[in-house]
């Protein structure tokens, strides 16, 4: 049986960069994934692509719809079966993400990184790497939507974030855990996730703020947010979808001027719901206008009504996106 040919990208992150004798991690010149990357062959045959070479915090979501254009070319021009993107760790999920949400494609595309750069002791990148492509070319990764693959574990773009500063088995999926395991000898899927809507998008020009609820806030960020032209918020709430009663009336000020109101909880497990009845409670947030998001972090909230105000600014459309 012929080989599949994929799609590889590089965008730098800890698996591109080295440690110097000082301890500190950055990029030194040529990506060394770049030159030594024994054993893909094996498992397929190779475009690669390196469009940037950035720590992971520089990403921002134009980087990654320029992710989402090359994909797209290399499937139309050259007809890829999958492709495989290496990221920074700290940013990752939320690339994983925006291109699960905008990529009309069934093709098995896979993202992973590193925790620890490529010349530290324990360098995790290049085994990452290696099993990325085992879940790219696997026939059971395809149709199942844009894949995380990092420590031996396959977990959806829609669940997966990053749990721990340093640990290499950082990638977690809260509540539901991973959908497939890579071993020594095969690619091991156990369930097919539930897919979400995909988004078509050329640009991206609304600008949408993450705010956190704390103990005694007030509203003063939020009209802040009013102030500075933002296009939406999300609020990390507390709990299952409550904020202090001080910031009410700063909240209820940004649905009166059509900026949506986007909620998470800031608990790792669990979401936000409409329950309790105090001022502040969900129950009233929710009679606000404010939407209510189905689980999703704060970070991906931001990103999906980013893509939903690039459609329409219309209420009940934005509302729609997060049931």
Known sequence: MSKKTLLLIHTGGTISMSEDESGSVKPEGENPLMRHTPNLNDYADFFVEAPFTLPSPHITPDHMLELKKIIEKYYLEKGIHGAVITHGTDTLEETAYFLDLTLRLSIPIVV???????????????YNLISAVRVATSDEAFGK????????????????????????????????????????????????????????????????AIIKAYAGMDSRLFSALADLNFDGVIIEALGQGNLPPGTVSGIQDLIEKNIPVVLVSRCFNGIAQDVYGYEGGGRQLKKMGVIFSNGLNGQKARLKLMIGLAQSDDPEYIAAMFK
């Open 112 to 126: 992973t990184g590193a925790m620890r750069s490529s010349n530290e002791i324990g360098a995790d990148g290049l």
């Open 145 to 208: 939507g844009v894949l995380v693959a990092l420590n031996d574990e396959i977990h959806t773009a829609v669940n997966v974030t990053k749990t721990h500063a340093s640990n290499v088995s950082t990638f977690q999926s809260p509540q539901y855990g991973p959908i497939g395991i890579v071993t020594k000898n095969a690619v091991l899927f156990h369930h097919t996730p539930k897919l979400d809507l995909k988004y078509s998008i050329s640009e991206l020009s609304k600008n949408v």
